[in-house]
T-cell receptor, first 110, second 108 residues
Framework: SQTIHQWPATLVQPVGSPLSLECTVEGTSNPNLYWYRQAAGRGLQLLFY??????ISSEVPQNLSASRPQDRQFILSSKKLLLSDSGFYLC?????????FGPGTRLTVL | GIQVEQSPPDLILQEGANSTLRCNFS?????LQWFHQNPWGQLINLFYIPSGTKQNGRLSATTVATERYSLLYISSSQTTDSGVYFCAVNTGGFKTIFGAGTRLFVKA
């Protein structure tokens, strides 16, 4: 069966520090992968999606970037975090007709 | 772009009560899904329902695509139903648009 992992689960970072969040999927090959951000009490905002290794599409211009170095690995990065980057980051892979979400990373930027 | 509106924004129920959540969307969609986010943040797909009616236990959903709305019915609510319910639509391509959600609290 397919599983999706994210780490870390929680993170507290100072403003201006770098960021790296990792997402890995098991049990499927060449999945479409997605990064979403959820602000407190809000819906999900699509940040990036990827249809294959090295292929990244950005939906929202900001100081975040994404990479897909391996088929089942998706990384979200920033060189310098802003206060507004705080939120709940969710990775998802696309199965038939639906998306399956990881457990999320709760990021607090102070 | 397409707009997705969910109502009500917040809902408090006594355990055992029934409820109806609504999702309105402003354009034709290829795909409509309902998700439940539990208090720990985990999102689980409930229904893939671009049209018609589906049932899964105490939950059922109906989408009337021609009138651009979908309804999620929860019967005999339980405390474990608490959380946020999201409607999400796709008009083609890779972008799924989520509504703002309905926050449900079921009291014991």
């Amino acid at each position: 069966s397919q599983t999706i992992h994210q780490w870390p689960a929680t993170l507290v970072q100072p403003v201006g520090s770098p960021l790296s969040l990792e997402c890995t999927v098991e049990g499927t090959s060449n999945p479409n992968l997605y990064w979403y951000r959820q602000a407190a009490g809000r819906g999900l905002q699509l940040l990036f999606y990827s249809v294959g290794i090295g292929q990244i599409s950005s939906e929202v211009p900001q100081n975040l970037s994404a990479s897909r170095p391996q088929d089942r690995q998706f990384i979200l990065s920033s060189k310098k975090l802003l206060l507004s980057d705080s939120g709940f980051y969710l990775c998802a892979w696309e199965g038939q007709d639906t998306q399956y979400f990881g457990p999320g990373t709760r990021l607090t930027v102070l | 772009g397409i707009q997705v509106e969910q109502s009500p924004p917040d809902l408090i129920l006594q355990e055992g009560a029934n409820s109806t959540l609504r999702c309105n969307f402003s354009d034709s969609v290829n795909n409509l899904q309902w998700f439940h986010q539990n208090p720990w943040g985990q999102l689980i797909n409930l229904f893939y329902i671009p049209s018609g009616t589906k049932q899964n236990g105490r939950l059922s959903a109906t989408t009337v695509a021609t009138e651009r709305y979908s309804l999620l019915y929860i019967s005999s609510s339980q405390t474990t139903d608490s959380g946020v319910y999201f409607c999400a639509v796709n008009t083609g391509g890779f972008k799924t648009i989520f509504g703002a959600g309905t926050r449900l609290f079921v009291k014991a």
